[in-house]
Structure formats: structure tokens, C-alpha cells
């Protein structure tokens, strides 16, 4: 079963645009990791952040994270056709293998 | 430094037959985790290798198992294959210290077919 729902399920956008995509989880975690994927390869890790942490940057990315609702949010800023992928949430919670939510897919229009 | 290695990359099987797949995991990591993704979703975890022991398993039945080597490489191995099994099959290294799960790097994934 998902532990984590991203919302939306689909996302078009022009390039330059900003691009949110949200992640509810549902029980306790230590950290939160945001993926990505290009068509049908492997995932590549974006970020991680820790339960104790509200927010983290990486470059274009911004990552928030409420615990008290359990969600956190992808922010990717100043969109390129190259960010064009899905992307996956996934919560890791003590020993507990990573567990990924359905994804957002993402298009980025030239 | 050579990350995550899946063999093979494509495969072709018939409904019945058996699999295995391989994954050399990211080189210093110790830890290895098998999940299957249909098409359109999101990956869902098969189970998890430490120490040459099956630590963790998602809801998949006995026909799916596993090894871990003493070189911390790892096999999947699906028994009497059915049409459902059909998916990418992708294999994370990471390193688990204490109670913090680290991040996961994936292999390119094996695109299974069951025909």
C-alpha cells in the first residue's frame, strides 16, 4: 500500500513557471526524501528532510514539511523542459524501508 | 565510483517460468531494497536485505524472495511468473546507521515482461 498521496497527479506548465507539488503521509517518519523519475528509468533522489526541519533548499528546489499535518510540499522554481519527469515522495520512519507515494507527473512546455 | 548495477536490463518471460534478477549495490553501502513498479505508479516495496538477512517485507507472497551476498550484492527471484508480475523491478542501496534511514540510490530498474 502508498503511505504517501501526491497531489496533483498531473501538472502542465509553461517553462519559467513555478511548479508545487504536495505530499500527504500518514503515520510517524524520520525524514521525508523527494525522487524523481524520467520516464520509466531509475529514481533519482532531490532531497531529504528531516522531521525536526520545516523547510530545505537545493538549488531551484524548496522543500517545506508539516508534520503536524503530515505533508510537505516540492516547490520547483524557474521551470525548464528538462525538469519534465515524475516525482515521488517517499517517508522513511525507523528502520522502516522507504515507502513512495504515486507521484506527480510533471510536463514542462518549452 | 560505479552507483547502483541491475542485470539485466530487459527480459522477456513466459507466464509459470521463474526469474531471477541481480543488483550490485553503490559501492561502501550495506543495505539493499527490492521494489516493483506497474505502470503509472508508484514504486511499492518488495523486501529489504541487511547483513545477508531479509529485514523487512512488503505485502508480496512467498513467490517473491531474495538473497543478499557477502559482497552486499543481492538477487530477486519471482517464482511461476504470472501476467501481473509484469513491471519494472528496481533495486536501492543505502546505508542504514541507528534509527536514520539515509537516502536511496536506485538502479536503472529491469522492465520484466510475463507473456
Known amino acids: 500500500s502508498q503511505q504517501g498521496e501526491e497531489d496533483p497527479q498531473a501538472l502542465s506548465i509553461q517553462e519559467g513557471e513555478n511548479a508545487t507539488m504536495n505530499c500527504s503521509y500518514k503515520t510517524s517518519i524520520n525524514n521525508l526524501q523527494w525522487y524523481r523519475q524520467n520516464s520509466g528509468r531509475g529514481l533519482v533522489h532531490l532531497i531529504l528532510?528531516?522531521?525536526?526541519?520545516r523547510e530545505k533548499h537545493s538549488g531551484r528546489l524548496r522543500v517545506t514539511l508539516d508534520t503536524s499535518k503530515k505533508s510537505s510540499s516540492l516547490l520547483i522554481t524557474a521551470s525548464r523542459a528538462a525538469d519534465t519527469a515524475s516525482y515521488f515522495c517517499a517517508t522513511a520512519g525507523g528502520r522502516r524501508a522507504l515507502t513512495f507515494g504515486s507521484g506527480t507527473r510533471l510536463q514542462v512546455q518549452p | 565510483d560505479a552507483g547502483v548495477t541491475q542485470s539485466p536490463t530487459h527480459l522477456i518471460k513466459t507466464r509459470g517460468q521463474q526469474v531471477t534478477l541481480r543488483c550490485s549495490p553503490k559501492?561502501?553501502?550495506?543495505?539493499v531494497s527490492w521494489y516493483q513498479q506497474a505502470l503509472g505508479q508508484g514504486p511499492q516495496f518488495i523486501f529489504q536485505y541487511y547483513e545477508e538477512e531479509e529485514r523487512q517485507r512488503g505485502n508480496f507472497p512467498d513467490r517473491f524472495s531474495g538473497h543478499q551476498f557477502p559482497n552486499y550484492s543481492s538477487e530477486l527471484n519471482v517464482n511461476a511468473l504470472l501476467l501481473g508480475d509484469s513491471a519494472l523491478y528496481l533495486c536501492a542501496s543505502s546505508l542504514l546507521y541507528g534509527l536514520m534511514n539515509t537516502e536511496a540510490f536506485f538502479g536503472q530498474g529491469t522492465r520484466l515482461t510475463v507473456v
Open positions: 559501492s561502501g553501502h550495506d543495505t
Open positions: 528532510i528531516r522531521s525536526n526541519e
